[in-house]
């Protein structure tokens, strides 16, 4: 949970929008004659439909801190992200006057990240502003936690490959094996595959998700149907809360497999008479 200022930064946010406002809607006309043809901003020429957009991308990022200060969250991401695309897109350079809005562009993109909980995404920012911050008590400890869990992620990674390899050739065993005693005797094998994927979530976000899938298994193969369902329930809810943290891109990927894989369990449950409540609500079956 992002640990929130209960105070604001008015001062600060006065002067970075007196800043940005003078060097977006004060760059100097380049005319042609009568005609005005361009404006030149940090050694930059842009056309009017250019600075067209430089300004309303400037509303859109005062409209964003007046959002962050306020505490709406999302409506501080969406506009400040936006109006830092459309500087980027359109090429306004990030040096002189135009420096402190980029910069108050960016750390409301990160404050506003942070707040909602996307630390990834919100530590991108708060790297290159410095850890600057108008919101947020102490983002870098919370980027640091968030670099030492990938630095975990890679060392244990060979760790994770070995294990879902493993724990999918069990699989593929209990697929194969006729129903009765052989294929309950195959599912039960996996109990310590299970418990291995299981010892990995110190280093390995989508471990648990993994480790509870790999254990319903063994429950719908014993006839618990009940149980294995409240496992996949559980094991979807745990795996979408953890998909944003900093993972390798193949773990990513091996998350979004099983997060489909997952979701096929919902029509079976509720075929079952276990119907799947919102991922964000409790199991409601004893």
Request: contains cysteine.
């Amino acid at each position: 949970m992002a640990k929130i200022f209960i105070g604001k930064s008015g001062l600060l946010t006065v002067v970075w929008l007196q800043l940005a406002l003078l060097a977006l809607t004060t760059a100097p006309a380049v005319s042609a004659g009568r005609d005005v043809v361009g404006y030149e901003l940090e050694g930059v020429r842009f056309s009017p439909e250019e600075r067209t957009r430089l300004n309303a991308a400037d509303e859109r990022l005062r409209r964003g801190v007046a959002a962050l200060e306020s505490g709406d969250w999302t409506t501080a991401s969406s506009e400040c992200a936006f109006a830092l695309g459309t500087f980027e897109n359109v090429g306004l350079p990030d040096r002189g006057k135009v420096a402190p809005t980029y910069l108050a562009a960016r750390i409301c993109v990160a404050d506003s990240n942070a707040a909602i909980g996307n630390w990834v995404r919100a530590c991108h920012f708060y790297r290159i502003t410095g850890y600057q911050t108008m919101r947020i008590r102490d983002p870098k400890v919370e980027c640091q936690k968030l670099e030492a869990k990938r630095e975990a992620s890679i060392v244990s990674h060979e760790d994770f490959q070995a294990v879902s390899i493993e724990l999918a050739d069990q699989m593929n065993l209990v697929i194969a094996a006729p129903e009765g005693p052989q294929k309950q005797a195959r599912a039960a094998e996996m109990a310590g595959i299970c418990n291995r994927m299981a010892s990995l979530a110190h280093g390995i976000p989508t471990a648990t998700a993994k480790a509870g899938y790999c254990r319903g298994v063994i429950a719908f193969v014993d006839g618990k149907g009940g149980h294995a369902c409240e496992i996949m329930f559980t094991s979807a809810q745990n795996l979408r809360s953890v998909l944003s943290e900093p993972m390798l891109d193949e773990q990513r990927r091996d998350g979004e497999d099983l997060a489909r894989v997952l979701a096929t369990y919902r029509p079976i449950c509720n075929n079952m008479g276990y119907v799947w409540p919102d991922l964000s609500d409790e199991w409601p079956w004893e």
